[in-house]
């Protein structure tokens, strides 16, 4: 019991564990309430839910500069970030290719997409543990 008391010592542990807290409960209402349902998304709700992802990113930078060490690591978190947006949107078209190669109809794409995506979230995470 004092290890666990002991790790919310430390101020980058309790940003850290608050960070991954957010994190699952933003997906847990992404993919389970907000987008729970097979529907075309429209490009006004793509654009709202773009903007509303990107305005919480900006939040975390702006904590990440007021209480986490200033501009230096403020930039390096806003160059990961825009490296993996970008990322992000390429493998929207590698992924759009590979469907439409494969003939897969539109009713799937939700249920493909959905599992990719948490796979790809499952697997960073476990990297970025392994890494750290």
């Known amino acids: 019991m004092d290890s666990i008391l002991n ?5 980058e542990h309790v940003l850290y564990s608050i960070f ?5 409960i933003f997906l ?9 349902d097979a529907k075309k998304v ?11 992802w990107i305005v919480i ?10 209480f986490y060490g200033g501009t230096v690591i403020m930039l ?22 590979i ?5 897969v109809e539109e009713t799937y794409y939700h249920k493909i997409l959905f599992w990719g995506v948490l796979g790809a979230i499952v697997f960073r995470a476990i990297f970025i543990f392994l890494g750290a």
């Open 76 to 97: 390096e978190f806003f160059s990961a970030y825009v490296a993996e947006y970008a990322l992000s949107v390429d493998n929207i078209f590698v992924i759009l290719l």
């Open 57 to 66: 990113s900006v939040a975390f930078g702006y904590l990440i500069y007021r």
């Open 7 to 11: 790790f919310f010592d430390n101020t």
């Open 20 to 24: 991954g807290a957010v994190i699952v």
């Open 42 to 52: 429209s490009l006004k709700s793509a654009t709202y839910q773009s903007i509303f």
């Open 28 to 36: 847990i209402f992404d993919l389970g309430f907000f987008n729970k």
């Open 99 to 103: 469907l439409r190669y494969f003939k």
